[in-house]
T-cell receptor, first 115, second 117 residues
């Protein structure tokens, strides 16, 4: 079965600094890749997604992510974080033809922004 | 904008009670999902549905059932609530994807935080 790993449970970044959140998946098929953000007490909001084409995708709120097939990774980046970026971030993966069982989510990375 | 609404933001129930969590989406999506979210465990799929009256078990269906009588509504039922079902419950919906695929973007509701005493 496919799996998604977000190796960092918590990350602390200073406001204005750059950010990279890691996501690795395991499976051999062509993946569909998503990053979601969850603000405290809220549901999940889609930041960006990759289905095919250019491996560098742009999302909302100034986020981008790069798909690297050779590394089975889909890391999320932002050049300069704002205090409002403090939230929980989830990477999710689905596989074409992998079966009708929804997306597989990572366990999440909690982003803390220091002033 | 797609809107997914859940009937309650917070719910407190007693052990043994029957609990209904309701989810409604307004964009004519074929697929609907129920997840539970627990600290350190991320999101885990309980059940999903790809059509009216159709349902499939997810990763953790034990202790839950679902109902989808209308396309826009997907209900999660706890037949006899237990304390280990205290959690955040998230509903999501998505369009039907490519043939053989259900991996279009999922739109999430705000969640229901259920406490079972």
């Amino acid at each position: 079965a496919q799996s998604v790993t977000q190796p960092d449970i918590h990350i602390t970044v200073s406001e204005g600094a750059s950010l990279e959140l890691r996501c690795n998946y395991s499976y051999g098929a062509t993946p569909y890749l998503f990053w979601y953000v969850q603000s405290p007490g809220q549901g999940l909001q889609l930041l960006l997604k990759y289905f095919s084409g250019d491996t560098l995708v742009q999302g909302i709120k100034g986020f981008e992510a790069e798909f690297k097939r050779s590394q089975s990774s889909f890391n999320l980046r932002k050049p300069s974080v704002h205090w409002s970026d403090a939230a929980e971030y989830f990477c999710a993966v689905g596989f074409y033809g992998g079966g009708a069982d929804g997306l597989t989510f990572g366990k999440g990375t909690h982003l803390i922004i220091q002033p | 904008d797609v809107k997914v609404t859940q009937s309650s933001r917070y719910l407190v129930k007693r052990t043994g009670e029957k609990v209904f969590l309701e989810c409604v989406q307004d964009m004519d999506h074929e697929n609907m999902f129920w997840y539970r979210q627990d600290p350190g465990l991320g999101l885990r799929l309980i059940y999903f549905s790809y059509d009216v009256k159709m349902k499939e078990k997810g990763d953790i269906p034990e202790g839950y059932s679902v109902s989808r009588e209308k396309k826009e509504r997907f209900s999660l039922i706890l037949e006899s609530a237990s304390t280990n079902q205290t959690s955040m419950y998230l509903c999501a919906s998505s369009l039907e994807g490519l043939p053989g695929s259900f991996y279009n973007e999922q739109f999430f509701g705000p969640g229901t935080r259920l406490t079972v005493l």
